[in-house]
């Protein structure tokens, strides 16, 4: 799909009056110097995510991946989900580690204790780890603070930590 990393080019940004990027070329104007980035792209002729059915070319992985969704379904890979091992709840992602993230927060919630502190970071009760969010304190959870081997979803969980949940393949719309 993409092709090596593109050599590093410098643009020079230059705003007018009212502080909006300038284009040296054309007559476009944008708030965001991100913005003016990808549009100079455009000028520089820099489209580093070709299509590789096609000759399409994309300044942007994610407009690739929507073209190739659009235009050559019938040519992806199907998409595997991992599902929650829960029976009632109809959670699936594309990624164990968002699966392992959902298990914590929501079936195994008994057990995950935390604080936030004044600095908004998330405290590790068992262990006193601090971390930036409460996603990482999660993902963290699943290894300090397993349910109890007794408990009614340790089995459940040791499907998600060892990635041994039940997963489903659908081809991408």
Do not use: W
């Amino acid at each position: 799909m993409s092709t090596a990393a593109a050599p590093s080019v410098s643009f020079t940004y230059k705003k007018n009056v009212d502080g909006h990027y300038v284009c040296p070329h054309c007559p476009a104007t944008y708030e965001r110097q991100n913005s003016m980035h990808y549009h100079l792209k455009k000028h520089a002729g820099m489209y580093p995510h070709k299509c590789r059915h096609c000759d399409k070319a994309f300044l942007q992985k994610q407009t690739l991946d929507l073209h190739m969704e659009a235009k050559h379904a019938d040519k992806l890979q199907p998409v595997k989900f991992h599902v929650c091992p829960h029976d009632d709840c109809p959670y699936e992602s594309r990624t164990k580690a968002n699966l392992v993230i959902h298990y914590m927060r929501i079936h195994c919630a008994d057990i995950c204790k935390f604080t936030i502190t004044k600095d908004k970071f998330t405290v590790c009760s068992s262990c006193s780890e601090s971390f930036k969010s409460a996603t990482a304190y999660f993902y963290h959870a699943a290894q300090c603070t397993p349910p109890a081997k007794t408990a009614d979803n340790y089995m459940n969980y040791l499907k998600v930590i060892k990635g041994e949940e039940s997963s489903k393949t659908e081809q991408k719309k």
